[in-house]
């Protein structure tokens, strides 16, 4: 699924309008009646709901809605924050509607004190402003906006949170914004929704299909991506009958110090349930008897100083390398990681320790060969690449960092952004906060180091390792809870992710598949 900028998505709207043909009043139509059957299918008739409108296309929807409500029996009472004579031509048409075939009166007020009482058993629709908001709300609206959000009453925003914009928010008064428990995003989620500081404002977000014309979408060039299973399934490799372990790769994890061994066993474990051939772990002597003894499919080369990694050698037999897990920062270990960089050709992947060494020594950068992927999480890349305000900023320094180095970045979050050199921004759809524990982070390089292993592009291995991962821990939180999940959950669900990805994204599809696989009697 593309992401556009809020300009894009009103030009594709326009071109919907003018070549479906669909008049824009019928396209305000399927829009607000998607709405309307997204609530109808989870409130009954005993919820109030107070549909707060703005002059607008946005206040538009909400007069339509409020009509297919009242019809349906819901009680609605409209409230029309009247900060403007002006009103759209629909807003106009919608509001004749309202009154002829609902017979709901609109309320219009032009001060907070003529609100009427908020009940925190009311639901409130959002529609006062929409995308296309371009300045900070002020005023009577912004304190309209400041009653709401303490009402305790629950809020859906239409298409997007009041007082939000699209894209960068650095510049807007953060005050001013409704708080949304809910958010229906039309067609597209918008590129705000990404970033963690706007989580206040978004809540829970859908995307509702209002029947964009394909064609413009398919035309209209957009840098960001929102990862969905349609785009992971056809990467997915298949199996033939007469493959063997060696057509599937052979990994170096370089990995572990005394007491962080467990980096290289999660690591090693998650390579082998992602499908590698065979895994070599390169760790410090210290930690032999701990990866031979928890994890026996995996080979072993045992460094020649027991509590660090303190030198690498040649890396020419393997497909691929991973590097950084529980490696520590000492200094003989940053020797060795220097070397390397300096001599492996290979597809790599980059996390943990040996990116806190990166940031030290920046001028090591200049040596990543073109096939590394680099997976920090947000502090890391602080470190990596200069503090930033807000996730919108982060971005565009993610994708600078990307292209000045040649490089992948895996931003691990709750939308764990990939970039790309060419500049490609790709946001991930899967995961939840229950993986945020130790151990997680071993995994996913883990994963993404068996992908390229196996042959994947270090694009196919960024993008679908980190969709793999997040739904391995979906499914691990679909079987435990978020509190309980543990990185060791998230290996054991690897397989069961696969399956998911492969029948249609459903979480719970893999229970299909093993029931289906017991009735074979496989």
Known sequence: MKIFRCDQIKDIDEYTIKHE???????????SGEIFKWIESRFDRSNKFLIFVGPGNNGGDGLALARMLSLNRYIVKVIYVKFTEKTSVDWELNSYRLKTEAQVQINPIKSPDDLPMISSDD???????GSGLTRSIEGMVAEVIRIINISGARIISIDIPSGLFGEDNIANNHGNIVKADFTLSFQFPKLSFM???NAQYVGNWEVLNIGLDCSAINSTVSPYVFL???????LLKTRSQFDHKGNFGHGLLISGSIGKMGAAVMGAEAALRTGIGLITCHIPSCGNVIVQSSVPEAMVIVDKSEKQISEVGKTDIFS???VGPGLGADPISQIALFSLLSECKKPMVIDADALNVLSINREWLSLLNEETILTPHLKEFER????????????????EFSRQNNCIVVLKGAHTS?????GKVMFNNTGNPGMAKGGSGDVLTGIILALLAQGYTPENSAVTGVYLHGLAGDIAADELCFESIIASDIINCIGKAFNTIRHNGSTTQWRKCEEERGRKGE
């Open 21 to 31: 043909p669909v008049s824009s009043i019928d396209l305000m139509e399927r829009a």
């Open 123 to 129: 639901i409130i629709i959002d529609a006062i402003f």
């Open 195 to 197: 970033f963690a500081e």
């Open 228 to 234: 969905e299973n349609n785009d992971i399934a056809p």
């Open 320 to 322: 691929a390398v991973g």
């Open 384 to 399: 990596l690449a200069g503090k930033t305000e807000t996730g919108f900023e982060r971005m565009k320094r993610q994708i």
């Open 418 to 422: 990939v970039t790309t050199p060419g």
